[in-house]
């Protein structure tokens, strides 16, 4: 065989609906988002909120007008993607999702300031809220997850799962588009970080590397398959800090306002507002 037919034999195979023959896998061929445009969109969006501090190459010297064109067209096409992706016989409007996720832009800044200022307000090392904004892992993760949330909601599951990921990838911090956070939230250092889809945050939450908030189990179908869109992951309350690497599992377990979680904890049961939860070795 020569290089010519046996490149084309392997791509034949590649190709072959016989190599996806397991069920999960749709059948057809499907228009599906593409991961390169929606990093691009969330650079280009961060472009908007700050532009001072983010840009692309391809951005030097357009006007914010251009680059918010640009978001919108972005934003038409991958919709069309996603949506037809989930459900290819599915009519939405797709100009008006993009109009409203940009219209949610500002609101987003606000609340990215109010973290900024958390973490400002919180570690002794800040020496400028601008140098958190250019290089806290912490706050670079928070502001790709709050920009996620605005497709999570909408029900655009695939185009914020590639947000967080790549936010995933870029700071080793794991944020589900799903959880609900509230103000003024502090990451600090962040490596090794969980939130779970279902978790909810309070304000003024604090907390450090290494924290888990997850599912303590999984409920079973009758086929046995894990049992989707239930809670699954812990509530915490308001002006929590939780210290590096404690894991908080569960979705009835609930971390009333103003606790501390001490570092290396394992909880998977309720606390009640105020209290201090220490690692006991024994």
């Known amino acids: 065989m020569s290089h010519e037919e046996k490149i084309k034999e392997v791509l ?24 390169n445009e929606v990093v691009k969109i969330i650079k280009k969006i961060q472009h908007l909120i700050f532009p001072e501090y983010f840009s692309l190459d391809e951005d030097k010297g357009k006007s914010l007008n251009k680059i918010a064109d640009e978001v919108f067209l972005l934003l038409k096409q991958q919709l069309t993607a996603s ?17 409203e996720i940009l219209d949610m832009l500002p609101e987003i800044k606000a609340k990215l300031l109010k973290d900024v200022l958390a973490l400002y307000e919180g570690d002794p090392a800040a020496r400028s809220p601008e140098e958190i904004i250019l290089s806290y892992p912490g706050f670079y993760a928070i502001s790709i997850y709050r ?23 870029k700071t080793g911090i794991d944020i589900h588009a ?8 502090f990451i600090d250092h962040g490596t090794g970080i969980v939130i779970g889809e279902t978790t909810t945050i309070g304000d003024r939450v604090k907390i450090y590397q290494g924290v888990t908030l997850g599912a303590k189990s999984f409920e ?31 979705g009835s377990t609930k971390i009333g306002d103003g606790c501390v979680i001490g570092g290396n904890v394992w909880l998977t049961r309720s606390v ?9 070795a024994k």
């Open 12 to 35: 034949a195979r590649l190709s072959s609906e016989n190599e996806l023959s397991c069920a999960y896998f749709k059948k057809h061929s499907v228009m599906v988002p593409s991961r």
């Open 83 to 99: 949506y037809f992706f989930f459900d290819e016989d599915s009519v939405v409007d797709t100009e008006s999702v993009a109009y």
């Open 147 to 169: 920009i996620a949330h605005e497709f999570y909601v909408r029900k655009i599951p695939y185009i914020a799962r590639l947000m967080t990921e790549f936010a995933h990838e």
């Open 178 to 185: 799903g959880a609900t956070i509230g103000e003024y939230f």
């Open 220 to 250: 079973l179908d009758e086929d046995g398959n894990p049992v989707k869109g239930i809670k699954r992951h812990p509530d915490i309350g308001n002006g929590v800090v939780i210290y590096a690497n404690a894991t908080i599992l569960g």
């Open 272 to 280: 009640p507002a105020g209290e201090v939860v220490y690692y006991n």
